[in-house]
Every structure is written in C-alpha cells, then in structure tokens.
C-alpha cells in the first residue's frame, strides 16, 4: 500500500484555508452569520470571499470585563480598582465627594 503524505498535507491545508473566515470570525462579536455562510456557501469560492470579507469587517469583541479603573479620594488618599465605571463618585472610605478616576 503507497501512502502519499503529499496528498494528507494538501488535505489539511485546504481545510484549515477553508475555515480561515470562522478562525477571524471567532475573535469577533456577532460571528454567526460568518459562520453560517462559510459553511453552506463557503464550497463556492464568492462565498468563502463574502465571509471572508464579513469576518475581517466585524466589531472586536468587547473586553470590559477585564478592564479595571483606578479611583482615588483627594481628601483620604483611598485608592481602589474597579472592574466597572462607577456612577456614584462618593469615596467608600471616608464618603468625601472628590472621589474620581486617574
């Protein structure tokens, strides 16, 4: 039995080439539709093009949840990171009124 390791190589290629707009789409918000075209259209060359382009043109996802902000208190020297932007700017320390973001 000949097994050709050129032809498993190719295979592989041609598959990862193929899922190449999933691949971009995943790291973007709203990547369903990208999804959904490249595997029903994605066979007809347009198709993959189309999710292509879709994928490279979608939103980043957002990374608020691991962004901190850094309050700090003029009057107590209180300083506190939050993983969220507050609405109320009252010091949790000593509630003086000057309690803002750096």
């Not at 041609?14 to 075209?37: E, F, T």
């Not at 979608?58 to 506190?80: A, D, I, T």
């Amino acid at each position: 039995m000949n097994h050709n390791p050129f032809g498993f190589v190719s295979l592989t290629a041609l598959i990862i080439l193929y899922l190449i707009p999933i691949i971009v789409a995943l790291r973007k918000d709203n990547n369903s539709k990208v999804i959904m075209i490249n595997m029903f259209l994605g066979w007809t060359v347009i198709g993959w093009f189309i999710a292509l382009g879709m994928a490279f043109g979608l939103p980043r996802k957002s990374h608020s949840q691991s962004c901190y902000w850094l309050y700090h208190c003029e009057e107590c020297g209180y300083k506190k990171t939050f993983d969220q932007k507050l609405r109320l700017f009252k010091c949790p320390q000593c509630f003086h009124d000057n309690f803002y973001m750096e």
